[in-house]
């Protein structure tokens, strides 16, 4: 019986296999891609507070809490400017975001052909050649 529904040796669950991979590796790099532009806001946010003379004079920092919490928010901003270069947050979006480029264009491309798949009810050689372009390309 060589039914695509019922046998599991069958070469489109292959298909299957990679755009489930490369949905979830799509999900997996926009979450990482996603965190590090979050983290690297948060330093730019933390070095613009530390340097501005107008949050500098707020009367918030002429409290006994605003005082420590002025000088944590200094000591932050010290630390973050030597950090930032050595962590090169622009060269980690930029390889992320080429990563997730590039599963993206599979997933399409594989979303593309197990709609074909489906629509035409069969997985001829004409799928398999597809199949194999999209994987080359990757």
Partial sequence: MNDIKTNAEH???DIYAEFRTARLSVRYYELQLSSLRRK???IELVL????????AG??????AAGGI?????VSLAAVLVVVKPLVRFPDKVQKKSGI??????????LQQLTILIKESGKYDNEMRMRFLS???CN
């Fill in 11 to 13: 070469p489109i669950w």
């Fill in 40 to 42: 690297y806001f948060l």
């Fill in 48 to 55: 613009a507070l530390s340097v501005s003379s107008g949050v």
């Fill in 58 to 63: 707020l009367w918030l920092w002429e409290t």
């Fill in 69 to 73: 919490i002025w000088k944590i928010i």
């Fill in 100 to 109: 997730l480029t590039s599963w993206r264009l599979l997933d399409d491309g």
């Fill in 134 to 136: 999209l994987m080359e």
